[in-house]
């Protein structure tokens, strides 16, 4: 799989339907580069890699992840560099990281509702010849402890500035981060624009949909990356916005 280049400094590693595989978010300046969204395995991260290769494209120095499901965080161990989570992404992937990772373990959280037997097929089929190579990583930096967003700088002559910023509003995960690149005018909303995986497909409720649009439009941006689908346009979100506005006004 190749990179798409979205702006000058914004790369996208691409979803895949089959593997479940999230779009991976590569921010790149001109002596440091900055991830978004860790992906599941060894084997997608060494992808990822050899994709950012082709292009000349320095390994991350850092990154952050969107929310703690297993296709964006479990492959952070993997990266072996520092990442950004909220408060709520921390505290999920610390309750995680208490399971053993076996064939009776991936059971039980389907019991708990950790994962979905949809998740947990995915996390089979990507770790079936050794669970136990799942490994969670817990020391990373809290980004919001004091605010809701968080700004970061990467690259030297070429600046890029990164805000972080915390939504937990979604019925999809209430650990969201968006990753907006100001100076590209790219906004990262991982999976926080779709429902409740583990409550039969739950959709959100007015006020957080509505919160949800309030809040996206309020940012520049020029391109909008979703977790799982095509990358959108401003104009793609007013459209879809007053096509569904009678659902949440
Ligand atoms: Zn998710």
């Known amino acids: 799989m190749k990179l798409i280049k979205l702006t000058q400094h914004v790369f996208i590693y691409p979803y895949d339907k089959q593997t479940d595989y999230p779009n991976i978010g590569i921010i790149k300046t001109d002596n440091e580069?900055?991830?978004v969204d860790a992906g599941i395995s060894k084997r997608h991260v060494e992808s990822i890699k050899k994709a950012m290769n082709l292009e000349n494209i320095k390994t991350p120095s850092k990154g952050c992840v969107t929310h703690f499901h297993y296709d964006h965080s479990y492959g952070m161990f993997y990266w072996k560099i520092p990442f950004y989570v909220c408060k709520n992404t921390q505290k999920e992937l610390e309750?995680?990281?208490k399971y053993k990772y076996t064939l009776e373990s991936l059971n039980?959280?389907?019991k708990d509702e950790v994962e979905t037997p949809f998740t947990a097929?995915?996390?089979?089929q990507e770790y079936k010849d050794n669970l136990?190579?799942?490994?969670?990583k817990t020391d990373n930096f809290i980004y919001n402890t004091k605010d809701d967003k968080f700004t970061l700088s990467i690259g030297n002559d070429d600046k890029v500035d990164i805000v972080l910023i915390n939504k937990n509003t979604s019925p999809h995960s209430k650990d969201s981060t968006w990753v907006y690149v100001k100076e590209d005018k790219v906004i990262f909303v991982g999976d926080s624009c779709y429902g409740d995986v583990y409550n039969k497909l739950k959709d959100y409720s007015k006020e957080d949909l509505q919160d949800f649009f309030t809040s996206l439009l309020s940012i520049d941006f020029d391109y909008v990356?979703?977790?799982?689908?095509?990358?959108?346009t401003k104009q793609?979100?007013?459209a879809y916005y007053h096509e569904h506005k009678s659902r949440f006004n």
């Open 108 to 110: 039980q959280m389907i």
């Open 33 to 35: 580069t900055f991830l």
């Open 132 to 136: 136990s190579n799942i490994k969670i």
């Open 236 to 238: 793609d979100v007013i």
């Open 225 to 232: 990356v979703f977790g799982h689908q095509e990358i959108g």
């Open 95 to 97: 309750r995680i990281s």
């Open 121 to 124: 097929y995915y996390i089979y």
